[in-house]
């Protein structure tokens, strides 16, 4: 991918060119000039005088001593009788005034020759260390493909912690000080967030089944990697005035106390919502709490490790160390608010179970009108699709309907699945009958099942997010790219549900399931990437402060930075010694701790 810069240079270089040889000429004409003038000026005292009174003279005796000559022996063509003159009768000084007239230009001469002296063996200079073709030095290897694949991997997984730890640190910060206060902040943020966004775009493009040649490939993953360095580049560049806004190390009692508090209030209801997900699964089915299974225990690991570092925050802060305070305050920090992320996701899948199961008899009586409908497509003509395909996509929604309604009917089942399967059937259906309804119901019905598909996918959604979030240390870009897609699809879905009128309503509801499917894949690639993470940190030191309780959940929930940063479920494992992340890119977010900032 050439640059602006680069193009523009190229087009600039003969301009350049011109300019210099129009120089040189005009420098060599001036050179030329300065020895002329005087051999010219010489030349104008030599021939013979003007005439005056008839006579014309000629310079024939010492210096000022003329003697008149006859205009007709001129004429005649007669030799000018002329005296010689010696050395010793001649003005002493007309050599000195010549020699003396030749000093300048004869300067300008040399000055010019050792400018063109220097910039020739500049040009050379250059010649010979540029990496652009015709240098004499080898043009560097360019990376191979794979290892620009692995090199925009890399990027996307560290962009994405990076943000991911800058809006954390952004909601601590908006707590204390208001929105007004961090908007540049949050500005920053939000541009790094569309950089990011596409990459991860371009990314699913790569990994869809689309075919692109070599040339496209790598002019993709170098727009991957130039739009991930420039999102870390703006969050890099706020650091400095977010660190002033924020002053860990000046507002520490403040800022203490505030997250002591936070934490207080997550202990109390972590306590609180411990039988949750286990009363989910008996109200429900088992598998209807399965996403949430250990969350209560996840949450309170953070918490143990938040205990441990508020502790020795306060210790340091007693000791008046207020940087190494700020450290341990920073990764409390981090573990309170995952601590709260798990038990919000017991909350909402809570209450996003019962409202599926809320949805579900109104759905389960469209899919049934819908079926009654296409049977009577099936001896027309009217159907979208052949008769073939409407009689396999009746039989399917005939058993789904089925046997949902003996689920429902025979105990404890999962609201949510049960939805999806009887909204995808009932999807299918009205493919077939869209032909045959007029639009304005063909809208209506599109909308209605698109309220039924938003529960079940902004559900997948939420689950799959969530546990991204908190395990961040070890999932990989692929989960996380199609994490960012199936985002993208459910926004995009939930904005024309907003809009009644909208005559999009089938695509929305196509937005939809596509987001529903690639959330339940960005699960399953994140528990094969924390499955092959591992658990390699059964200690270690934060910062230099000892280590605690809940050191591993902390650094597989990317609270504590590795040696190498982040992404180590891609890099491979992280060191134990680092610390806790910053608001910024790559280049600021280690400062606290680990031979940063503080």
Known sequence: MTSPLSRSRSRRAPSHIAVRVAHAVLGGLVAVGWLVLPVAEAGA??????????????????????????????????????????????????????????????????????VAAFTYLRRRRRARTRTTPGGDLRIPPVASLPELDRQAGMALVETDDAIRTSAEELGFATAQFGEEAVTPYAEALAYAKSELSAAFRLRQRLDDALPEDDADRRRMLEEIVARCAQAQRRLDAEAPGFDQLRA???????????????????????????????????????????????????????????????NQARQS??????????????????????????????????????????????????????????????????AAVPPGDLQGRIARAESVTAEVRRETDSGPYDPIDA??????????????????????????????????????????????????????????????????????????????????????????????????????????????????????????????????????????????????GSGAGVAGHARQGGGPGSFGGAGTRGRRGGGGRF
């Open 45 to 114: 005292d030599d021939p013979v005088a003007p005439a005056r009174n008839g006579q014309v003279y000629g310079k024939v005796g010492a210096l000022g001593d003329r003697k008149p000559v006859g205009i007709d022996a001129v004429a005649a063509g007669q030799p000018v009788p002329t005296q010689s003159v010696t050395p010793a009768e001649a003005d002493p000084g007309e050599d000195e005034t010549a020699a003396s007239d030749l000093v300048l230009p004869v300067g300008v001469v040399a000055a010019a020759g050792a």
């Open 248 to 310: 860990l190390e000046r507002d520490m009692p403040q800022a203490l106390e505030q997250a002591e508090t936070r934490f207080r209030e997550l202990a109390t209801r972590a306590g609180a919502i411990a039988a949750t997900p286990a009363d989910l699964g008996k109200r429900y089915s088992p598998s209807a709490a399965l996403s949430v299974a250990g969350h209560v225990e996840q949450a309170k690991d953070r918490l143990v490790f938040a205990t441990t570092h508020l």
């Open 317 to 382: 802060l007693d000791l008046d160390d207020h940087g190494q305070a700020a450290v341990h305050l920073r990764a409390a920090e981090g573990a309170v608010d995952q601590a709260g992320t798990f038990l919000d996701a017991v909350d909402r899948l809570a209450a996003d179970l019962a409202t599926a199961a809320a949805k579900l008899p109104a759905a389960l009586t469209g899919t049934e009108t819908d079926l009654a409908d296409a049977r009577g497509l099936l001896q027309g003509t009217a």
């Open 419 to 564: 939805l999806r399967r009887v909204e995808q059937a009932d999807i299918a259906l009205d493919e077939a009958l869209a032909g045959a309804r007029a639009r304005e119901d063909a809208g209506r019905r599109a909308l209605a099942l698109l309220g039924h598909s938003l529960v079940t996918t902004g559900s997948a959604v939420a689950t799959a997010s969530d546990f991204v979030m908190t395990h961040r240390g070890a999932v990989g870009s692929e989960a996380r790219t199609r994490l960012a897609e199936a985002e993208r699809r459910l926004a995009r879905a939930e904005t024309a549900a907003t809009v009644p009128e909208t005559p999009d309503a089938s695509a929305a509801l196509a937005d939809a399931r596509q987001a529903g499917g690639l959330a339940r894949e960005a699960l399953r690639l994140a528990e094969r990437d924390v499955r092959a993470y591992g658990n390699p940190y059964d200690g270690g030191t934060v910062a230099g402060g000892h280590g605690g309780g809940g050191m591993s959940g902390a650094v597989l929930g990317g609270i504590i930075l590795g040696e190498a």
